[in-house]
């Protein structure tokens, strides 16, 4: 498990190198669309993560966090109208020997929920990998890796893009 301040940090940025990457709004920065509760889509993400921990009821979920992000358009840019997306994640500690199994578990639980795996690889050792998948009916996103100290399984999950709801703003707290 991730302990020590540094590890935290390290995990923390790299949550936010794969979420921040992710949601992109292909239609342009400044396209319509729909608006969310922030509570709301947390809660979907939440119970996104409640798949994938049930899949591994032996692993510890730690490091959990919920964070909305801005959104950008395809070159990069960011529009001046809030939009935003969730990024969260948490750490599943797997010992190095249940790693590549417990991916094995997760993916098929999460494609017996209707998401479509769209990225799957193992690492040369044959212990170690990821895993890419997307849920049509939410247009969430997850990505699993084995963490490279061998302490477990990082787990991200995306939100669209949505414009904040009337009274609200979660990029502005």
Known sequence: MIRTPAGMLALTAAFALTAGCTPTDPKG????????????????????????????????????????APCTGQNGEFADDDRWYLAAGFVLDVPPSDQFTTLGRIKTALQNKGWVITGEESFADGTRGDLTAHNPATGHTTNLFTTKDRTGIAVSVDSPCYMPSPGENPLKG
């Open 29 to 68: 920065k400044d396209a319509p669309l729909p608006t969310r509760p922030f509570a709301e889509v947390t809660q979907q993400a939440e119970a996104d993560a409640k798949i994938i921990t049930d899949a591994a009821p032996d692993a510890e979920k730690s490091l959990w966090t919920a964070t909305p």
